[in-house]
T-cell receptor, first 110, second 115 residues
Framework: DAKTTQPNSMESNEEEPVHLPCNHS???????IHWYRQLPSQGPEYVIH???SNVNNRMASLAIAEDRKSSTLILHRATLRDAAVYYC???????????FGPGTRLSVLP | KAGVTQTPRYLIKTRGQQVTLSCSPI?????VSWYQQTPGQGLQFLFE???????NKGNFPGRFSGRQFSNSRSEMNVSTLELGDSALYLC??????????????FGEGSRLTVL
C-alpha cells in the first residue's frame, strides 16, 4: 500500500490559516487522497478528498501538487474546535481498507 | 439522519473470554468497516463487509471475526481475549457502491478493556 508521511505535530493561532502537509511519493494514478480528523474521544471524521484537482468544501480546501506526490490540507481560519489529529490517507482501488498513519496533531492556541 | 451507532460503548472482560460488538450503520449504507485503535499501533483496519460478504480483511489473527446481516448491521467477535486486545474498536459505514470514493462515517467506538 502506498504510504503517506506527515509532521507529527503542528501549532496554529486561532483565526489564522493552517496548512497541513502530506507527502505521498509512491501514489499511483488511481489513488484518491483523503483527509480525516479525529477530535478527542471521538471517531475519525471525514474532512475532504480529491484525485487530481484542488477541492474545496465547507470545512477545508485540498491542494494537490501537479505530480500528485504531495498535498496540503488548508483550514482557512482555525478555531479551537479544529484541534485534532489529522490523517492523510490514500484510497487504493476504491477500497474501504484505509491505512491510517500517525497523523498530525494540530494544536490551536487562543 | 441518525449516525453510526456502536454498542456497547464500554466493556471490561478478562483474558480468555470472548466479546461481541455491534454496529448499526447509517440508513442506506451497505458497507461496514471495522478498525482497531490502540495508543501503540494507531488505527488499524480489521475487515469490511458489503451486502453480507466480507470484501477486505486486515492483518489480524483468526480470533477476530465479523459478520453482516441483511439489514446491514454488523457484529465483530473477538475470541480468547488477550491483554493486547484492549483497544477502541471503531465501526464505519459508507455507501460503497461500485466505484464510490465517498466518505466513511465513523461511530464513537466501543472501548474494550481486557484484564
Amino acid at each position: 500500500d502506498a504510504k503517506t508521511t506527515q509532521p507529527n505535530s503542528m501549532e496554529s493561532n486561532e483565526e489564522e490559516p493552517v496548512h497541513l502537509p502530506c507527502n505521498h511519493s509512491t501514489i499511483s494514478g488511481t489513488d484518491y487522497i483523503h483527509w480525516y480528523r479525529q477530535l478527542p474521544s471521538q471517531g475519525p471524521e471525514y474532512v475532504i478528498h480529491g484525485l487530481t484537482s484542488n477541492v474545496n468544501n465547507r470545512m477545508a480546501s485540498l491542494a494537490i501538487a501537479e505530480d500528485r506526490k504531495s498535498s496540503t490540507l488548508i483550514l482557512h481560519r482555525a478555531t479551537l474546535r479544529d484541534a485534532a489529529v489529522y490523517y492523510c490517507i490514500l484510497q487504493h482501488n476504491y477500497g474501504q481498507n484505509f491505512v491510517f498513519g500517525p497523523g498530525t496533531r494540530l494544536s490551536v492556541l487562543p | 439522519k441518525a449516525g453510526v451507532t456502536q454498542t456497547p460503548r464500554y466493556l471490561i472482560k478478562t483474558r480468555g473470554q470472548q466479546v461481541t460488538l455491534s454496529c448499526s450503520p447509517i440508513s442506506g449504507h451497505r458497507s461496514v468497516s471495522w478498525y482497531q485503535q490502540t495508543p501503540g499501533q494507531g488505527l488499524q483496519f480489521l475487515f469490511e463487509y458489503f451486502s453480507e460478504t466480507q470484501r477486505n480483511k486486515g492483518n489480524f489473527p483468526g480470533r477476530f471475526s465479523g459478520r453482516q446481516f441483511s439489514n446491514s448491521r454488523s457484529e465483530m467477535n473477538v475470541s480468547t481475549l488477550e491483554l493486547g486486545d484492549s483497544a477502541l474498536y471503531l465501526c464505519a459505514s459508507s455507501l460503497r457502491q461500485g466505484t464510490n470514493t465517498g466518505e466513511l462515517f465513523f461511530g464513537e467506538g466501543s472501548r474494550l478493556t481486557v484484564l
